[in-house]
């Protein structure tokens, strides 16, 4: 076989990609990296290390991307930028070093960061809601932004009164700390940005252009809370609908930063969708719907959702099924495969569905058994991607190879 | 007007049910008699949860409504009132590294509407903890919840701590969480896996004679 360039390799893959998300039968079966936890620990490096020192982070990614040879890459995005959480002093977030241990993944901490009586508030001019309410609750150096003018208001004589509230001291003081934050940030994201694009110079696209989140979620991760949002959809069901609404036109924003890439992957993580959260009739009422509005208006931007259920989605797969065929991927984690083919097939593409206790307790020939059985069957005729169930904290590195070779050397389409 | 009340909160109508009990306070009932109906409301709130009707929405609302008649009862309430033998008790936590609680909550909750005691010990729970817990308040079943990957591990450690112990034998262990199966549970030593609240019933019933 003769060797490939870095920029063949690059075309082949993001070919491959495309053409799975189109249901073309693409060459063989793509196979992802499923990332979190995992590539720090393969690289031997806490999460509290590479969380801390970026060009620490972009190191390990390589060192996992380098052995692996996933098809596509999620690289140091997933180590948030301690330093920058630090200054900000996140107060829904928990990570290492901040009510975690050093290697443990960062986790959400439930709250409600907007109450019951401000959907109004929200519904009406969500910016000024989220300026002045939800970042001083977020992140409590940030506090004076609660003094923060209402930009609606500025025009005609309102400008005098706005932009001297904006020198008060409360908002200065505010605006110097998110301007500090803001720095470390940049310098963060610069290093996702170097890390891209040192990545494709070996060839390697990567697997998101944008991230999003189902309205929903939006509403219900870091505004209401989870507990909160649920009970909403009985004690104030049109608020509830209102506010979806709006997140929808947010949800439209996240995703279209997609518009335009080589892979124009529009990760969504789903949160609160399945039957453990709630009712195929509430599903059906206040999720699918607004989701699905969303996700058109991306596909009319040329953008690819690609859903990441996170937990078994079977009772979903119906609601999945109506979207235009050959535009969305969908990442269905531990649901029956068989069964996502059959409701999905010739629909959109599927994704998973390895089991994260097989690649951390099995043997490598249990692990080809398993990927054998799902390309013989969620992978016939393409529309299938090779993937653990849940992005991966823990495995055995001969596990997670034998997933991605054997996919390699079986998956192909002849 | 009790069985008012037991219908208002059993098909989740909050306001209704809210005000029920306060007329019922008003006109002098015993304050007993409100509380009683909370328990028969939950009773056929889990049987719909059991049957595919309720999901976690009407399960967190009925734990709101049962705490708001709490609030309202309390203060008027008589000391010793009778309670029914609880099948058995259970210990349960989520595993140290993980916080999270969703689902480790509405197990605990449908443990307590089911007849059990329950010690929900909260989450990020270390091996000691759970072993500490274990040997003061002498459970038949322990939980133990994970929602993360790192929970495989985490499950295995605390099961073997209990072992070490020396207390595996005087426990039931069920794990849960949405990437958690048969082969989890197997892997971290534990008797059982539950894919739901249901389940997680079931086991302790089994396990415990409660019928």
Known sequence: MSEKSPQELYQERVKRCLDVAALKVPDRVPVFGPYQLYPYTFAGVTLKDAMNDYALAREACHKFQDYFQPDLDFGPILAYPAPAMELLNIKWFKWPGHGLGNHTMYQYVDSENMTAEEYDEFIEDPSHFIMSKWMPRSFPPLQGLSDWPAIRRFMWFGWTGGLAGLASDSVQEALRNAAAAGEELGRWFDSIVQYADEMKAKGTPQLYAAFDWAPFDIIGDTLRGTREILMDMRRRPDKLHEALEVATRIFIEYGSGAAGADLPYCWIWMHKATRNFMSDEQFKTFYWPYLRKGMLALIDKGIIPVVYCEADVESRLEHFADVPKGKVIYHVSTTDMAKAKSVLGGIAAIAGNVPNILLLSGTPDDVRAYCKKLIDTAGKNGGFIMDAAVMLDEAKAENLKAMINFTKEYGVYK | ?211
């Open chain 2, 1 to 211: 007007m009790k069985e008012k009340l037991v219908n208002a909160i059993a098909d989740m109508n909050e306001k209704e049910a809210m005000h029920l009990a306060q007329t019922m306070l008003e006109n002098g009932e015993d304050p007993q008699a409100i509380l009683d109906a909370g328990s028969e409301a939950m009773a056929r709130i889990g049987d719909r949860y059991d049957a595919g009707e309720y999901f976690l929405p009407e399960l967190i609302l009925a734990g709101d409504m049962m705490r708001q008649l709490g609030d309202l009862v309390k203060p008027k309430l008589r000391a010793g009132a009778a309670q029914r033998k609880p099948f058995g008790t259970v210990v349960i936590g989520t595993v140290a590294g993980d916080i999270h609680d969703i689902g480790k909550d509405v197990v605990a909750f449908m443990l307590d509407v089911n007849n059990f005691k329950v010690h929900n010990i909260g989450v990020d729970v270390s091996e000691a903890t759970f072993v500490d817990k274990i040997r003061e308040l002498k459970p038949n079943v322990v939980g133990l919840s994970g929602f993360l990957t790192l929970a495989f591990e985490q499950m295995k450690k605390t099961v073997e701590a209990i072992k070490k112990a020396g207390m595996r034998d005087q426990v039931k262990i069920m794990i849960g969480g949405s990437i958690m199966n048969e082969e989890a549970a197997e892997y971290a030593g534990a008797d059982a896996y539950g894919a739901d609240a249901t389940t997680a019933v079931k086991f302790a019933k089994s396990w415990t004679g409660g019928k």
